[in-house]
């Protein structure tokens, strides 16, 4: 389990950029108390620090003179204090900021019986919360419009009133049941990842037999096509349908670009959205896959705002697209050499990274180096894989890293711990209840090899081992599922052949360009 602060203070103070700091030592010694400037002593001292470490900063500030009997009251003020500078500081950087900052005005003004201010002040909320499909904002707007006008004014316009706001409601509703049923998608996603069986996308066949997912047409608002389009996606990922995967996302990004401020106001899902358009068009349409990356890692550039944590996360999503897209071509010379760049950026922005995109890239590193043969720092990264990260954080990439802990230990010839690992490894899936036969066959397989005692008994344990995986995805297509994750057939076809994996990987893809070009 990777280790995290317990200080929430401490983790806004890291988690903000240079010009918020700077804002914010402003903020605090010109806009507020004398006495504030104390608390900008707590707020130093935590900045230095790499982790949260509270008997420090307690000597710390005992060493200059500085009380620390009520701590936990002065790091609350503290936290409330950057909180207001930072809404400070953000102030009409969003749409939805804007919208809210107008609200406040509107309530502000409406108290003090000023309502044609506050008309104005609507009239103009109205179009941008439009413009930026801001619906339940809109919504409040409208209720606003409602209470202030009253019921002065002729009944024509009353009616119309009760009107926009009914039709306001409807796409509001509209929008959150497709809202619930993306989230199911999603739950459903992340249960199965990629299905084993015609059983385990019985739920997910019952979800798209719902009325609201028949036609685009039924979702009335941009974000409610968005849903449609997305839920389809997380299907057509499930079961593992690339060039169905990739016409919803494409969908999903034509959407996005329709609205020519979604980058600047939904900067992160616009980066998620188009790196998951990425990780398709690899397979899908080659030819725009190297120019498309490049304008990817370039979004942050596009930005009026520089954040950090933008940047992390294209620099991050875009690493992990080449390495995917190196490994796919049996280029693992080049993914290891990338290995150590990506390895030094995690360290250094560890704070802005989401945590599953460090352990999927720790799993690519123990692909690599298995490829390569060097199984010891395959194991550096796969035991930080295992005693790091909860499984929860990607549950597939967790129990895949069991089985190549395996494969590692296998390689290194530790049978004594294999014995110990192999068991473990059982009583852990068996659990989880979400084996592929593969999977199966292939522990049964680590069992035995502990039996043998030749050569010829190990050949033919693997013989069989490789046979078996063959006719499983042959029978069932969902068992090739597991291949994905890894590459049984090749490190089995690399031990019984003694050709390397790298050269068997790298012959599979020209293979596969060859059809592709026929």
Same mark, same amino acid.
């Given at each position: 389990?990777?280790?995290?602060?317990?200080?929430?203070?401490?983790?806004?103070? &890291?988690?903000?950029?240079?010009?918020?700091?700077?804002?914010f030592?402003?903020f605090?010694?010109?806009? &507020?108390?004398?006495?504030?400037?104390?608390?900008?002593?707590?707020?130093?001292? *935590?900045?230095?620090?790499?982790? @949260?470490?509270?008997?420090?900063?307690?000597?710390?500030?005992?060493?200059?003179?500085?009380?620390?009997?009520?701590?936990?009251?002065?790091?609350?003020?503290?936290?409330?204090?950057?909180?207001?500078?930072?809404?400070s500081?953000?102030?009409?950087?969003?749409?939805?900021?804007?919208?809210?900052?107008?609200?406040?005005y509107v309530?502000?003004?409406?108290?003090?019986?000023?309502?044609?201010?506050?008309?104005k002040?609507?009239?103009?909320?109205?179009?941008?919360?439009?413009?930026?499909?801001?619906?339940?904002?809109?919504?409040?707007?409208?209720?606003?419009?409602?209470?202030?006008?009253?019921?002065?004014?002729?009944?024509?316009r009353?009616?119309?009133?009760?009107?926009e706001?009914? &039709?306001?409601?409807?796409? #509001?509703?509209?929008?959150?049941? @497709?809202?619930?049923?993306?989230?199911?998608? /999603?739950?459903l996603?992340?249960?199965?990842?990629?299905?084993?069986?015609?059983?385990?996308?019985?739920?997910?066949?019952?979800?798209?037999?719902?009325?609201?997912?028949?036609?685009?047409a039924?979702?009335?608002s941009?974000?409610?096509?968005?849903?449609?389009?997305?839920?389809?996606?997380?299907? @057509?990922?499930?079961?593992?349908?690339?060039?169905?995967?990739?016409?919803?996302? $494409?969908?999903? *990004?034509?959407?996005l670009?329709?609205?020519?401020?979604?980058? =600047?106001?939904?900067?992160?899902?616009? /980066?998620l959205?188009?790196?998951? %358009?990425?990780r398709?068009?690899?397979?899908?349409?080659?030819?725009?896959?190297s120019?498309?990356?490049?304008?990817?890692?370039?979004?942050? &550039?596009?930005?009026?705002?520089?954040r950090?944590?933008t940047?992390? *996360?294209?620099?991050?999503?875009a690493?992990?697209?080449e390495? #995917?897209?190196?490994?796919?071509?049996?280029?693992? $010379?080049?993914?290891?050499?990338?290995?150590?760049?990506?390895?030094?950026?995690?360290?250094?922005?560890?704070?802005?990274?989401?945590?599953?995109?460090?352990?999927?890239?720790?799993?690519?590193? #123990? @692909?690599?180096?298995?490829?390569?043969?060097?199984?010891?720092?395959?194991? +550096?990264?796969?035991?930080?894989? /295992?005693n790091?990260?909860?499984?929860?954080?990607?549950?597939? #990439?967790?129990?895949?890293?069991?089985? %190549? $802990?395996?494969?590692i230990?296998?390689?290194?010839?530790?049978? +004594?711990?294999?014995?110990?690992?192999?068991?473990s490894?059982? /009583?852990?899936?068996?659990?989880?209840?979400?084996?592929?036969?593969?999977?199966?066959?292939?522990?049964?397989?680590?069992?035995?090899?502990l039996?043998?005692?030749?050569?010829?008994?190990?050949k033919?344990?693997? $013989?069989?081992?490789?046979?078996?995986?063959?006719?499983?995805t042959?029978?069932?297509?969902?068992? =090739?599922?597991?291949?994905?994750h890894?590459?049984?057939?090749?490190?089995?076809? =690399?031990?019984?052949?003694?050709?390397?994996?790298?050269?068997i990987?790298?012959?599979?893809?020209?293979?596969?360009?060859?059809?592709?070009?026929?």
């Amino acid at each position: 389990m990777r280790k995290k602060t317990s200080c929430k203070l401490f983790d806004v103070i &890291h988690a903000m950029n240079m010009s918020e700091k700077r804002y914010f030592k402003l903020f605090a010694t010109k806009t &507020h108390l004398n006495a504030d400037v104390n608390y900008l002593k707590i707020f130093n001292f *935590l900045d230095k620090q790499k982790q @949260y470490d509270e008997e420090k900063l307690i000597a710390a500030l005992q060493k200059i003179g500085q009380k620390t009997a009520y701590l936990a009251a002065d790091k609350n003020y503290l936290y409330k204090l950057i909180l207001k500078s930072l809404r400070s500081f953000h102030a009409g950087k969003s749409a939805r900021l804007i919208l809210k900052e107008k609200l406040e005005y509107v309530e502000i003004l409406y108290y003090k019986g000023l309502e044609g201010q506050c008309l104005k002040i609507l009239k103009n909320a109205k179009k941008l919360a439009h413009q930026h499909d801001l619906q339940i904002l809109l919504l409040e707007i409208i209720l606003w419009e409602r209470k202030i006008s009253g019921y002065g004014q002729q009944a024509e316009r009353v009616q119309q009133g009760f009107e926009e706001l009914n &039709h306001q409601l409807s796409i #509001v509703s509209n929008t959150q049941q @497709y809202a619930e049923l993306y989230y199911q998608s /999603i739950l459903l996603r992340r249960a199965e990842n990629k299905a084993r069986d015609p059983k385990s996308i019985e739920q997910f066949n019952q979800l798209l037999n719902h009325e609201m997912l028949q036609e685009e047409a039924t979702a009335l608002s941009p974000s409610a096509k968005r849903y449609f389009y997305d839920i389809y996606a997380n299907y @057509y990922y499930t079961v593992d349908e690339p060039a169905q995967e990739y016409f919803c996302n $494409q969908k999903i *990004l034509d959407l996005l670009k329709q609205d020519e401020h979604y980058l =600047s106001e939904n900067t992160i899902e616009y /980066i998620l959205v188009y790196s998951r %358009l990425l990780r398709l068009q690899r397979t899908q349409e080659p030819q725009k896959f190297s120019v498309n990356l490049e304008i990817f890692r370039n979004i942050p &550039h596009q930005l009026k705002q520089k954040r950090e944590t933008t940047e992390s *996360l294209v620099t991050v999503l875009a690493y992990g697209i080449e390495m #995917v897209d190196l490994i796919e071509k049996g280029a693992f $010379q080049k993914a290891e050499l990338l290995i150590s760049d990506i390895a030094i950026y995690l360290k250094e922005k560890e704070q802005h990274i989401r945590t599953q995109f460090i352990m999927t890239a720790y799993y690519r590193f #123990v @692909y690599v180096y298995i490829a390569l043969q060097k199984h010891d720092k395959a194991l +550096y990264y796969a035991n930080k894989i /295992i005693n790091e990260f909860k499984p929860v954080v990607r549950l597939d #990439v967790y129990r895949f890293t069991r089985i %190549l $802990q395996l494969i590692i230990h296998y390689e290194l010839n530790n049978s +004594y711990l294999l014995k110990y690992l192999i068991r473990s490894t059982q /009583i852990y899936l068996k659990k989880q209840n979400r084996l592929y036969q593969i999977e199966s066959v292939f522990l049964k397989f680590m069992q035995k090899s502990l039996t043998f005692t030749t050569a010829q008994e190990t050949k033919e344990g693997l $013989q069989n081992l490789y046979a078996t995986i063959v006719e499983l995805t042959q029978k069932n297509s969902f068992e =090739s599922h597991a291949l994905l994750h890894f590459d049984f057939l090749t490190w089995l076809d =690399s031990k019984l052949n003694g050709v390397s994996f790298v050269l068997i990987k790298q012959k599979k893809w020209q293979n596969i360009s060859q059809n592709k070009n026929l």
